[in-house]
């Protein structure tokens, strides 16, 4: 039985990945902070669940702490590690960009010491369509120049990115970065606009629509990322490309993208919300918000031709999806 290290192991996209690997038959180990960035016990309900499997190690500790991870990576050898411990959020690290610091730059450090001393078979680390920055050619492809982030969150994963390149490159460590793009679904995060969005709706609040509505995203629906990133752990970077791809010429390291190559406006995405909910909302058209960018849209070929997959949910299932979830979790 193989073993896998999953980091932020009981968060929104964290919780969905383990489900999956315990179900496909491997051993996880899950470290989480459990940080009261947003509500504990949604994290609690999550952990809870995956505590039900025998085959889940919990552990509860932040992965900046000096040894934490290496004591782990030394105890159990993990096969595949996959980071998504991260201080989350555009507008959160505009308010404390010190804990950006703290989890995304000295916690990837961390990580990338332990897998050093203990290297794994392979290891995909998360970072974001945000890296794509002030970009405005679309489709985003991962072999773009990306040099200009808007936020500080950006900024922190950009630089997760280029500190695993060389890390890669001196230490032979395969090393897969994922971009993702907009993720929503049930168990989703407290700050997202879907999760804002149907609370309010299903309480006759008004929702704040950024930039008078005027933006696009990718939207990706979270089982399909996590479908993405199962196959990414056996397409393990090495000597050989593939057609569009951005592996080093120095390390073995790539940049792939995980979106749904599909931008929708985010007035579209209200109108699922609103079928979901069967109500209609009351919009406050508010200006764009410092940090955030107009539009995303993921080329997502590169992951197609390594791993012959496609993410396919439709907006309008996956929101519906949510809310049925959220309804129920709730009580609604």
């Not at 998504?84 to 961390?110: C, D, K, M």
Request: charged letters at 20%; glycine letters at 6%.
């Amino acid at each position: 039985m193989r073993t896998a290290l999953v980091t932020g192991s009981a968060g929104f996209i964290g919780y969905h990945l383990c489900a999956r690997l315990l179900a496909d038959g491997w051993r996880v180990v899950g470290i989480d902070a459990m940080t009261d960035y947003y509500e504990v016990a949604l994290k609690d309900s999550r952990l809870a669940m995956l505590m039900e499997h025998d085959t889940f190690a919990p552990v509860k500790a932040r992965i900046e702490t000096p040894g934490v991870l290496h004591d782990l990576f030394e105890t159990h050898r993990p096969a595949a590690v996959i980071h998504l411990a991260a201080q989350a959020g555009v507008r959160y690290s505009i308010e404390n960009p010190e804990s950006y610091v703290e989890a995304n730059l000295i916690g990837t450090f961390r990580l990338l010491e332990a897998m050093r001393a203990f290297p794994p078979a392979h290891s995909l680390l998360a970072s974001t369509s945000s890296a794509y920055g002030a970009n405005t050619q679309m489709p985003y492809a991962e072999t773009m120049q990306a040099d200009h982030q808007m936020s500080f969150y950006a900024a922190t994963k950009k630089s997760n990115e280029v500190m695993a390149h060389s890390y890669a490159h001196l230490y032979n460590l395969p090393i897969t970065m994922f971009r993702f793009f907009t993720v929503y679904g049930p168990w989703g995060r407290p700050d997202m606009a879907l999760f804002k969005f149907t609370k309010a709706i299903l309480n006759d609040e008004p929702i704040d629509v950024y930039n008078h509505g005027d933006m696009k995203r990718d939207f990706t629906y979270v089982t399909d990322l996590v479908d993405g990133i199962l196959r990414l752990i056996e397409a393990v970077p090495g000597s050989d490309g593939v057609e569009g791809d951005s592996l080093s010429p120095v390390a073995p390291h790539r940049i792939v993208n995980i979106g749904n190559s599909n931008s929708v406006q985010l007035l579209d995405y209200i109108e699922a919300i609103e079928a979901a909910t069967g109500r209609t909302a009351e919009k406050n058209m508010m200006p764009m918000q410092p940090g955030d960018v107009p539009a995303t849209w993921a080329d997502a070929s590169l992951l197609q031709h390594l791993t012959q997959y496609k993410p396919k949910t439709q907006v309008t299932e996956g929101v519906a999806n949510f809310v049925a979830w959220y309804r129920d979790y709730y009580n609604v």
